[in-house]
């Protein structure tokens, strides 16, 4: 806590020197970060690129308070997390953080809109009627206003990535994290997802990290981060994104 | 957040996991029902019989009987340095009355546990009429007082509840064995040559063989004569509010007036043996049945927090905070102890009507109004404690991991 916290303006985001081991104190312990340094402003689409197993999800799960840094510093919104307690954490991802898993993840026994609503629901019970209106705009906005009462198996999993992404906007967050969002779906579904997220970028200004193996998708964002065996090994802005 | 708030969702987010694993939740809701039904059943069934026994028992009988002290030989103690042999034999009961009654009735009629008192005078007598004889009891009795003790005109099935003036009220047994109808001539017998003859007046039947065939009710006066006890009386019968503090109260009016003073829960000991052993059999089913139904209950819970642990992990990780996950659990066990027991309390409360139409019809079982809630409020708790260990484990989980649980 001793550290100057020197935030940048509009910073949303910044790692610095973060470190993170798996089965630390056993034979497998297992170093997978070494020291990682990130900054990420509002308004930024970043995409977080790498070779299978470079440690892209742990990274975005350390991002995203899934996970806790083995050392370094992880500060979002300029406020310190390393030391914050679970209930802490809890309050931050709620309120600060959008993550879409690589599985969408939606939740079977609610419908469409309900998941959508759920993080609200969490944050503050019972959705206003002016809550259901955001959930409804944000499936509008992804298309999919025609499917808000359905289940999630009763959808197409493009659809469910979809409702995925219009869940994580709810709390209208001003980070969101993808993990490969469009890992397992098809090449124009793919295309329509990152259109959602180009979109999404510029109309609510949210910083954007988005995991990919895809080098297309990754060249049409901003930036492009590469990491490769726990580090970050180039990290520059994309000249021919739009 | 407000806890009501929190609570809203979690409701929410509890019914819909019941609702969407319907299988289970039908499986493990009928599975409670099933314990319930037969605890209810159960304890409404022996609570019934027991209530049923015992009223029947003091149907018949004092709760407590106040009577003269035993007479004792008295032995002069041996000075400090002697020793004495003491050879005695018991001394015969007289009949005898109890002195100063009148003041004992009085006092005990002020006392607030007890709700009736009657003075009554026994003894024995034989009973003949031409070459039949029988031996009886003879009973003088204050007939008002008495009534509230042994309500006897209920039990009348000839005739009329009268006595004093030359009559008497007997039993159906004696009057069998004698041959008695109402206004037919008894005479009584006490020995040492005091006799009297009666009118049988009424003729009672208390269910009970001994009391029927020997019971020969009269008024006091005549009773006195012919116990040669003038002015006398020879027990005092008295009813408790509470029967089950009869021993106690029983203690009680023996220290205030000296007299012997039995309950008749010393009285009917092994019917009260009997009744506490059925008690603890009936407690020890509830019991069984309730763990099982517990365990049924949280094993359906903890393979519902293993199929649900991605989506735990996806909640935690949309801020849900433990509290709140753990509650979601908790609410799915009482959920469904409530469901379950709602639906086994009625078809319990169902089986005792059935009874009570249709069954052997030797006693009517009442319900108690609070039986089924109160089994619900159990179930309901039983539910939410069985829940513990799986929401536990369910809050625990480290959402990093539970997301990438397959
Ligand atoms: N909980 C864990 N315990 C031990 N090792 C782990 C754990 N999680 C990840 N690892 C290891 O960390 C390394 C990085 O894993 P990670 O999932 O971050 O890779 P990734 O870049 O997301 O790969 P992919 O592109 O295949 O998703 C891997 O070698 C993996 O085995
Ligand atoms: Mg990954």
Known sequence: MS?????????????????????????????????????????????????????????????????????????????????????????????????????????????????????????HGKPSSADIELARGLLDEVGLSAFADKKPTQISGGQQQRVAIARALVTRP???????????????????????????????????????????????????????????????ANPSSR | MRLADSLWTEWK??????????????????????????????TALITGLQAN???????????????????????????????????ESPRAQRLRS??????????LDQDTQILAVSPVISGPAIARRGVARASVALLGIDPPRYQRIIPLANDLIAGRFVVGAGNAVIGKELARDLGLGIGDKLRLDAGEGREAVVDVAGIFELGVRELDARYVYLDLKQAQTLLDLPGGITVIDTTVAEIFEADRIARRLARLTGLRAESWMETNGQLLNALSSQSMTTEMIRVFVGISVAFGIASVLAVSVVQRTREIGILRAMGSPRGQILRVFLL???????????????????????????????????????????????????????????????????????????
């Open chain 1, 3 to 123: 550290e100057p916290t020197i935030k940048r303006a509009g910073e949303v985001l910044r790692l610095d020197q973060v470190r993170k081991a798996f089965n630390v104190g056993t034979p497998l312990e297992t170093e997978v970060l070494h020291g990682i340094d990130l900054s990420l402003c509002r308004g930024e689409l970043a995409a977080l690129i790498g070779p299978s197993g470079s440690g892209k999800s742990t990274l975005l799960n350390l991002i995203g308070l899934l996970d806790a840094p083995s050392s370094g510093e992880l500060y979002l919104l300029g406020q310190a997390t390393r030391d914050s307690d679970d209930e802490a954490r809890t309050r931050l991802r709620n309120q600060v953080i959008g993550f879409v898993f690589q599985f969408h993840h939606l939740i079977s026994a609610f419908s469409v809109l309900e998941n959508v609503l759920m993080p609200l629901m969490i944050r």
């Open chain 1, 174 to 236: 001003p980070l969101l994290l993808a993990d490969e969002p469009t890992g397992n779906l098809d090449t124009r579904t793919a295309q329509s997802v990152f259109e959602l997220f180009h979109r999404i970028n510029a109309q609510f200004g949210c910083a954007v990290l988005v995991v990919t193996h895809d080098p297309r998708l990754a060249a049409d964002c901003a930036r492009t981060i590469q990491l490769v065996d726990g580090l970050v090994v180039s990290d520059e």
């Open chain 2, 13 to 42: 987010i509890a019914l819909r996991f019941l609702l969407d694993n319907r299988m289970q939740t039908l499986l493990i809701t009928f599975g409670i029902a099933v314990g319930s039904a037969v605890i209810v059943f159960i």
């Open chain 2, 53 to 87: 026994v015992i009223e029947r028992t003091l149907g018949t009988q004092a709760h407590i009987r106040i009577l003269p002290p035993d007479e004792v030989n008295r032995i002069l103690p041996a000075d400090e340095v002697s020793w004495s042999l003491v050879l």
């Open chain 2, 98 to 107: 109890i002195i100063n009654w009148q003041d004992i009735r009085d006092v």
């Open chain 2, 332 to 406: 799915q066990g009482g959920l469904l102890g409530l469901l379950g027991s709602a639906c086994g309390g009625g078809v319990g409360w169902g089986l005792v009507q059935v009874f009570n139409l249709f069954g052997p019809r030797l006693f009517e079982i009442p319900v108690d109004p609070t039986l089924v809630p109160l089994a619900m409020l159990v179930a309901t708790i039983t539910g939410v404690l069985a829940a513990a260990m799986p929401a536990r484990r369910a809050a625990r989980y480290d959402p990093a991991v539970a997301i990438r649980y397959v």
